[in-house]
């Protein structure tokens, strides 16, 4: 018997499927969202889609803001004559400084009850002390102010429409209705402080701290949002619109309360008459406001001055009631 052993016999592999792709069987279908492929942006469901950008910027909630040093360089620099030097002179600076312009005018008042204060002192009398009182503001503002109040006065006095008036206002010379004009307010003022020195010089002093302040704030409110410049240059153009509503309240606010607290060692009818004088010259600067801004489309440097001389003289003349 053959005892070799047969050689081992190759195990049949399973025949290959053909090269075909079996069809891939079906996915049960799922509430859930498929992910989404990479680099594809992801929409919220049932949430709208934004709305476009805008081509434009939109402007700032709130005016630029410079340092509160910078805004009061900038009102004496421009209110007044008082030797400071301004740094900048900015969009930046006019808000802060529109918003400072009170405490020019709180320095413009005292230093007039000062002269006041040194007349009567050496014996002058009230009507005397009244003339300088009233004169030591122009002084302090190369007289821009009176001469805003009587450009202003021809402008309007006119009658012509805003081109014409603003060219009036623009012309050197001074015409019939500001002449009137400016006598009559100086007169007033005059006569409001003579009475009050009457009384005594603390009277008049207050009664000019007073005039100033206000005088000043009405500019303030003056340049606040919403009020445009007549003309693209000059000094209405630099502050328009400069100082938001808010502020311009808050100022406010302060100026009247400030004025009345002055008046406390005279007594409560006179912190009431002092808050009520305070109120009546910011309430004649607005007409006058709405007045121009009407006739002429916006303020300019000589609106500004006529504000400040409206107030300062209301203030002055409800003083004197009782």
């Known amino acids: 018997m053959d005892t070799t052993p047969e050689p081992p016999q190759p195990q049949l592999q399973p025949s290959a499927r053909p090269p075909e792709a079996e069809p891939e069987p079906e996915r049960p279908e799922s509430s859930a969202p498929s992910a989404p492929s990479e680099g594809a942006e992801q929409q919220p469901p049932d949430r709208p889609e934004h709305p476009p950008r805008p081509g434009y910027d939109p402007p700032p909630a709130h005016a ?97 429409p805003a081109e014409d008036a603003l060219r009036i206002m623009k012309r050197s010379d001074i015409g019939p209705f500001g002449v009137i004009t400016l006598l009559f307010v100086l007169l007033g003022q005059v006569a409001a402080l003579a009475e009050l020195y009457g009384e005594d010089w603390a009277h008049g002093a207050v009664g000019a701290a007073v005039a100033g302040v206000a005088a000043r704030c009405a500019l303030t409110l003056a340049a606040r949002v919403g009020v445009p410049a007549a003309r693209p240059e000059g000094l209405g153009a630099a502050v328009a619109g400069a100082v938001p509503w808010r502020s311009a309240g808050v100022v406010a606010a302060v100026t009247v309360v400030g004025c009345a607290v002055v008046a406390v060692p005279f007594g409560p009818y006179a912190v009431v008459l002092n808050a009520f004088a305070a109120l009546a010259a910011l309430a004649a600067a607005e007409l006058l406001l709405h007045h121009c801004h009407r006739r002429l489309g916006g303020v300019t440097g000589d609106v500004f001055g006529a504000l400040a001389e409206a107030a300062a003289t209301t203030a002055l003349v409800v003083l004197t009631f009782g």
């Open 64 to 160: 630029p803001r410079a340092p509160w040093g910078d805004g009061v360089r900038f009102a004496f620099g421009t209110l007044t004559v008082l030797p400071v030097r301004g740094t900048r002179w900015d969009r930046e600076a006019a808000h802060a400084g529109m918003l400072c312009a009170p405490l020019a005018g709180l320095a413009v008042g005292l230093c007039a009850a000062a002269v006041g204060g040194v007349l009567l002192f050496l014996g002058g009398g009230p009507l005397l002390a009244a003339v300088a009182t009233a004169a030591i503001p122009a002084v302090l503002t190369r007289g821009l102010h009176l001469d805003g109040l009587a450009d202003t006065a021809d402008g309007l006095g006119s009658g012509k």
